[in-house]
């Protein structure tokens, strides 16, 4: 830019490409399932409505789901956040539209991606500072995408630029895919649960389908990535129909000390 030019954008633009987001960057605004206390605190529903645009193509994912590449941050800067417990089915407009108060930078947003190619649950984004990642995680911390609530936590520009790749060694290197353990022998018995808690064990799933045949541990698989929990895990039924009745009866119940309700699949729901 000329010595003489003035810049009407300020920091919500920069040169390699993309946006920061800030507050005054935003389309009309949807309405929240939460209520918004006296003192301007978000309440913990989610988003009814979707607002305007996202400010540059969110209606539309980006082409690649990748991390945003950027020479602002090192490697140890604390400016992103790992987002957790998200549907399956979340698209990119609603992260954006999730922190559109908090001053992210666009197109930064990286779904988490399992072995399996399809979404984990996961995801993470950029913010412009770290003041900004953290506000952003203490304001919106237990705040729902869709019908889940997340969990958020503060990660650095490296971990960031790892997401999806390799874990630069915090795991162990375990992987459990459930789709080795399921064969047409025994697929119609499958059940698939998400949305787990990180920490499930064995017991507490058996727990969880008491009443609906006989699971033990050798029929239940918790899947791992590279040593850490996905938050999905497979159980084999007896046979077809007590499989069916567990889906239809537990779908949505919670599991576990943190209560979180889980989602079931079966083989009719091409979980794999």
């Known amino acids: 830019m000329d010595g003489g030019e003035t810049s009407t954008r300020g920091r919500g633009e920069r040169d390699n490409g993309y946006t920061p987001r800030g507050r005054g960057d935003r389309g009309s605004r949807g309405d929240y399932r939460g209520n918004r206390g006296g003192d301007g ?25 990748y991390p945003l590449k950027t020479d602002l941050f090192t490697d140890e800067n604390p400016v992103a956040l790992k987002i957790r417990g998200l549907p399956y089915q979340t698209r990119f407009e609603e992260i954006a539209e999730f922190f559109r108060d908090h001053k992210n930078i666009e197109r930064s947003i990286v779904m988490g991606i399992g072995q399996d190619g399809r979404k984990n649950g996961f995801a993470s984004i950029l913010f412009e500072d770290e003041k900004s990642a953290k506000d952003a995680m203490d304001e919106m911390q237990g705040g729902h995408v869709g019908t889940r609530y997340v969990e958020l936590s503060v990660i650095t520009y490296g971990d960031y630029m790892k997401f999806n790749g390799p874990s630069g060694g ?3 290197g375990t992987f459990v895919r459930l789709s080795k353990f399921v064969s047409n022998d025994n697929k119609e018995r499958c059940v698939v649960m998400r949305g787990l808690p990180y920490k499930v064990t064995a017991e507490e799933i058996i727990k969880f ?6 699971v033990t541990e050798d029929d239940i698989f918790i899947e791992e990535q590279n040593g850490k929990r996905s938050g999905s895990a497979l159980v084999i039924f007896e ?17 576990g000390e943190d209560k979180r309700w889980v989602e079931l ?6 979980f794999m």
């Open 239 to 255: 046979n077809e129909d007590v499989a069916q009745d567990a889906k239809q009866g537990m779908q949505k119940k919670n599991i």
């Open 209 to 214: 389908f008491d009443g609906y045949g006989k």
């Open 41 to 65: 605190e978000r309440g913990r529903g989610g988003f009814r409505g979707r607002g305007g645009s996202y400010g540059g193509g969110y209606n539309k994912p980006p082409p690649n789901n």
């Open 170 to 172: 915090s795991g162990n």
């Open 265 to 270: 699949y079966d083989c009719n729901d091409q």
